[in-house]
């Protein structure tokens, strides 16, 4: 069965700190994706990865980037956390033109 | 860009009662997929419609995809307390690649 890890469950950020957030999927995906998801707004795009060192914008990729050095490993990094940023950060992976699994979720507090 | 409209928000039913869940695009879809997000979960995929005028049936869970390619619907008859959650459709485009677009969701609370 594919496992999608997300490091961190929860996690309680201060405004200006950079954060990190870790995900690794065990099942050789080349697709991996950056979600977040708010009340009403539904899942929204940050960025995704098609295979190592690639990367693509979403639908809101300002305030974040990605990196994806192993097939394995995507992380979302948010250079300096803003108050806006408290959400609940979902991960997924894919393979091309399938369904995507995701991970449990980080939900970011930034105070 | 491209995007999913789903409706409605919120949807509360009567155990027993029939639930339905309607996603729209713009612009013609290569295919659709639905989600389902338990309470305190994450999405778990459900199904993928690829063609015309589809209808796939698991159990009391009804897809259909429009003829034009540009709306889908999920229809689950005579609702059960394991069917509360949020549903999400996802649409993807010729022009997306591997990029998928989530609605916004409907959320469904049932009434035992």
């Known amino acids: 069965d594919v496992k999608v890890t997300q490091s961190s469950r929860y996690l309680v950020k201060r405004t200006g700190e950079k954060v990190f957030l870790e995900c690794v999927q065990d099942?050789?995906?080349?697709?991996m994706f950056w979600y977040r998801q708010d009340p009403g707004l539904g899942l929204r795009l940050i960025y995704f990865s098609y295979d190592v060192k690639m990367k693509e914008k979403g639908d809101i990729p300002e305030g974040y980037s990605v990196s994806r050095e192993k097939k394995e490993r995507f992380s979302l990094i948010l250079e300096s956390a803003s108050t806006n940023q408290t959400s609940m950060y979902l991960c997924?992976?894919?393979?091309?033109?399938?369904?995507?699994?995701f991970g449990n979720g980080t939900r970011l507090t930034v105070t | 860009g491209q995007q999913v409209m789903q409706i409605p928000q919120y949807q509360h039913v009567q155990e027993g009662e029939d639930f339905t869940t309607y996603c729209n695009s713009s612009?013609?879809?290569?295919?659709i997929q639905w989600y389902k997000q338990r309470p305190g979960g994450h999405p778990v995929f459900l199904i993928q419609?690829?063609?015309?005028?589809e209808v796939k049936k698991q159990k009391r869970l009804t897809f259909q995809f429009g003829e034009a390619k540009k709306n889908s619907s999920l229809h689950i008859t005579a609702t059960q307390t394991t069917d509360v959650g949020t549903y999400f459709c996802a649409g993807r485009w010729t022009t997306s690649g591997s990029r998928l677009t989530f609605g916004e969701g409907t959320q469904l609370t049932v009434n035992p």
């Open positions: 997924a992976s894919s393979l091309p033109g399938l369904p995507l699994h």
């Open positions: 612009t013609t879809l290569s295919n």
């Open positions: 099942m050789d995906h080349e697709n």
């Open positions: 419609l690829v063609k015309s005028g």
